[in-house]
């Protein structure tokens, strides 16, 4: 498995502000993916992370609300901007790891944001 | 809209049963994966299935694919109080596995 960590674990935010989340993963992983996770549902793609290069974004997401980054093969980080209550969700991050020609999705512990 | 659709929504079992989670998808796919997910936390990977696996074991999981039917199952045998948590299955679509597509989730409670 891959070890993928995220910080903050948690934040509360005021409207109209932005917050960075940052997702650092371990060098097995190829691929690193955002998703947003509204309270009660599912998970939902926001963007694939592309190194050296802008991100694959998803149908409804866009960069100029979900910025993101990711400067090398390990790192990564996405930005919610302008905030608004509706953006109160948890972001996870997600690293994609070959193993015996098998891709496996690892996912971090997630960033629970609010915001008031 | 989502790829997968779960059900039960909700199963509440008693410590010992066994708990059947299903999941039922819409297009062709490369390979199905389980999660777990603590309330408010990060998934944890429990278990892959290729398309052209039928089933799966690992510990006290087993895992079912139907791709005529295009459903899976998950089975959780002699559950603990410490299973409660929301179960998602992930879809991988035909020739990419990298873009998953999830299901729209089971939460299941263990009672001691």
């Known amino acids: 498995s891959a070890v993928i960590s995220q910080k903050p674990s948690r934040d509360i935010c005021q409207r109209g502000t932005s917050l960075t989340i940052q997702c650092q993963v371990d060098s097995q992983v190829t691929m690193m993916f955002w998703y947003r996770q509204q309270p009660g549902q599912s998970l939902t793609l926001i963007a694939t992370a592309n190194q050296g290069s802008e991100a694959t974004y998803e149908s409804g997401f866009v960069i100029d609300k979900f910025p993101i980054s990711r400067p090398n093969l390990t790192f990564s980080t996405l930005t919610v901007s302008n905030m608004s209550p509706e953006d109160s969700s948890i972001y996870l991050c997600s690293g994609l790891v070959d193993q015996q020609n098998q891709e496996t999705q690892y996912f971090g512990p997630g960033t629970r944001l609010l915001v008031l | 809209s989502q790829q997968g659709e779960e059900d039960p929504q909700a199963l509440s079992i008693q410590e010992g049963e066994n708990a059947t989670m299903n999941c039922s998808y819409k297009?062709?796919?490369?390979?199905l994966q389980w999660y777990r997910q603590n309330s408010g936390r990060g998934l944890v990977h429990l278990i892959l299935i290729r398309s052209n696996e039928r089933e799966k074991h690992s510990g006290r999981l087993r895992v079912t694919l139907d791709t005529s039917k295009k459903s899976s199952s998950l089975l959780i045998t002699a559950s603990r109080a410490a299973d409660t948590a929301s179960y998602f299955c992930a879809t991988g679509i035909s020739g990419s596995a990298r873009q998953l597509t999830f299901g729209s989730g089971t939460q299941l409670t263990v009672l001691p």
């Open positions: 297009t062709s796919i490369n390979n």
